[in-house]
């Protein structure tokens, strides 16, 4: 146990029949830290947050946020206790308006209950001004404002990106997972998300995960690496030791 | 154009969002409340007849339409809520309660089913719905102490705390209005809290849902709960209307009517629910005309069903999005024009939906 770890995981593993997608990983994550997971594809990288975010079953090993073990906690209780995701490939509500996906992020804070909310009671509507609030205040952090009464199928992909990072943002996380958060960008819009990268961990003291292969963008903003390869860690260290490293030099060259 | 300047957040959380709103949804208060006073008795039950199907619309809607949960027995529901309400009239409760206590029932039948059904998803959700509904119609049927079985229960006068008002009456209309706007306001005041956001959130991905710390199975048995509930409200209206609850009423033919209902209308919009249910309960009205006019098709007594298909295949082919979404696209056209761009209805093909997790 690493004394003030945010979030520690040990001997993680989960398998898939024979395919051990995640074999026996151990790592830690401070608070205030921007940690990066980078490796060749089928590395886990992804698994490893759909082990943090309970969309998998680990079969061995422990999760334990704040202290709390969470290995086996319901998927839905994640978000509630802190921890918020985005997606590769952008899971975003497409039917609905950007305001609309940023006020579901909130969901973990829903305080009325089911009768109240079908008759509209007067607490109802305060709690969806504080809701409100709280998403204007992502909307602000991330430039969001143009975009706020526009349906997700009409925007760029750039900017669905960014509102999938908002929309975790609305759950008002102390630990924010990204997948690839500038796969499918162009080179101005990457170093946007490193910009923003840089303001949810500095303005907002969230601590962030994140898988990513652009390294230059790995470089700029991560405190630590952690490089995996068919399921297993390979090293662990800030970014130029795990760039000078032998093993991860030689998973990526297939030398 | 219309721009609208935003000051409170109240403008985006008001039912009403604008003048625009209170003009048009106020013209159509008042012509559904004088209506009855204009037209003869055939259209103002036909109006009725229109309120009760909306209802029961909605109810499908609430599951199908918002939450994605597709379901191809909710006559059954229609059918529980219209023979409790009646056994409990029988029984000697008042109207106004035996109405809450049909509904509560419907709801807790609803609930009950929905627990062990919905970890199943799409087709096979539909197949189980199915199969409830053909064993309600055979209960409906059998069960003949409580339903009378194929003879039907017999629904006549509304005694409301010693007002009696019967069926076509003026009175009649104006409380089946009642119950219908009450149900829509409710729909309403759903949509725009957190639990119609995270309906929405499973429809459009489930994943991602539960990470926004949405509790997926729960949701889901609670949303099927409403949507029972609603349904069988909608079948106590029909039941008045019609003066008559029979088993045949419940069958798979009613079932599809009520997707139909909702299709046409057009999928995940309150909207869509009532103006579907206008165009179920009138297509027959229309075929029977057409009939007049051309004789040699009045020994065909398939036809509705086979219209009913009909119009269901064109729109699934030409208007998915249903005739409010037609609506919807010209209004846009209007409002933005020469902006317009076809492309925000477009539906997405998203290939890399992280569904394929599961």
Redesign the interface.
């Known amino acids: 146990m690493t004394a003030g770890a945010i979030l520690e995981v040990t001997d993680l593993a989960v398998h898939f029949g024979g395919v051990r997608a995640v074999d026996g990983v151990s790592f830690h994550v401070m608070p205030g830290e921007v940690f990066t997971i980078v490796g060749p594809n089928g590395a886990g990288k992804t698994t490893v947050f759909n082990l943090i975010s309970r969309i998998y079953d680990a079969t061995t090993g422990s999760i334990a946020f704040h202290g709390e073990d969470i290995t086996r906690a319901p998927a839905h209780r994640i978000a509630a206790l802190g921890i918020a995701r985005t997606f590769q490939n952008i899971e975003l509500f497409e039917h609905a308006t950007v305001l609309q996906n940023l006020l579901i992020g909130r969901h973990p804070h829903r305080r009325t209950n089911l009768v109240s909310e079908l008759l509209f009671l007067p607490h109802v509507r305060r709690a969806e001004r504080a809701h409100r609030e709280k998403v204007e205040e992502v909307i602000d952090l991330l430039d969001l404002q143009s975009y706020r009464n526009q349906f997700i199928a009409n925007l760029p992909y750039g900017i669905r990106k960014v509102v999938e990072i908002g929309r975790a943002l609305c759950t008002e996380p102390t630990l924010l997972l990204l997948d690839e958060p500038s796969s499918g960008l162009s080179v101005e819009e990457t170093e946007d998300v490193s910009f923003w990268i840089d303001d949810i961990k500095n303005d907002l003291g969230v601590t962030i995960i994140m898988v990513e292969h652009d390294m230059g963008l790995v470089a700029d903003v991560s405190d630590r690496v952690m490089a995996m390869n068919e399921g297993k860690l390979l090293a662990l260290g800030t970014p130029q030791e795990v760039q000078a490293d032998e093993g991860v030099q030689r998973a990526y060259l297939g030398a | 154009m219309r721009f609208v300047f935003k000051t409170t957040?109240?403008q985006?959380?008001n039912l009403l969002k604008h003048e625009g709103y209170v003009r048009s949804y106020g013209i159509l208060l008042v012509l559904a409340l004088v209506a009855p006073l204009l037209l003869d008795e055939f259209y103002t039950g036909e109006l009725t007849h229109i309120f009760a199907f909306a209802v029961c619309g909605l109810g499908l809607m609430i599951a199908t339409g918002f939450t994605g949960l597709v379901s191809l027995g909710h006559a059954a529901f229609m059918g529980i809520g219209a023979y409790a309400h009646g056994y409990f009239l029988k029984l000697g409760v008042p109207w106004v309660f035996s109405v809450v206590l049909a509904v509560m029932l419907t709801a807790s039948i609803g609930t009950l089913f929905a627990i062990p059904v919905l970890r199943m998803t799409g087709l096979y959700l539909a197949i189980a719905t199915l199969a409830f509904a053909i064993i309600c119609e055979e209960v409906f049927t059998g069960w003949k102490s409580v339903t009378r079985g194929t003879d039907g229960m017999f629904f006549e006068e509304i005694d409301l705390f010693g007002w009696i008002i019967e069926p076509g009456s003026l009175p009649f209309y104006y409380v089946l209005l009642i119950l219908l706007v009450g149900t829509l306001l409710?729909t309403a005041?759903?949509l725009?809290?957190?639990?119609?956001?995270?309906m929405?959130?499973i429809r459009?991905?489930e994943?991602?849902?539960?990470?926004?710390?949405?509790?997926?199975a729960r949701t889901k048995i609670?949303v099927f709960g409403i949507s029972a509930a609603v349904t069988g409200l909608g079948g106590i209206m029909l039941a008045h209307k019609t003066t008559i609850s029979a088993p045949d009423s419940y069958n798979i033919l009613q079932s599809i009517a009520l997707l139909l209902m909702i299709v046409v209308g057009g999928m995940?919009s309150i909207h869509g629910a009532v103006l579907g249910a206008a165009v179920v309960s009138v297509l027959p009205t229309i075929i029977s005309i057409i009939k007049d006019w051309l004789p040699s098709l009045q020994d065909i007594h398939t036809l509705p069903t086979g219209v009913f298909g009909l119009v269901l295949i064109g729109f699934i082919i030409l208007e998915p999005t249903g005739i409010y979404g037609m609506w919807r696209k010209f209004k846009l056209f209007v409002d933005v024009f020469p902006l317009y761009?076809r492309?925000?209805f477009?539906r997405?093909k998203?290939f890399?939906?992280?569904e394929r997790?599961r």
């Open positions: 957040y109240d985006d959380i409710m005041n759903l725009r809290t957190p639990i119609g956001r995270a929405i959130a459009d991905s994943i991602s849902a539960q990470s926004m710390g949405v509790n997926l609670i995940g761009r492309r925000t477009k997405q998203a890399l939906k992280t997790m």
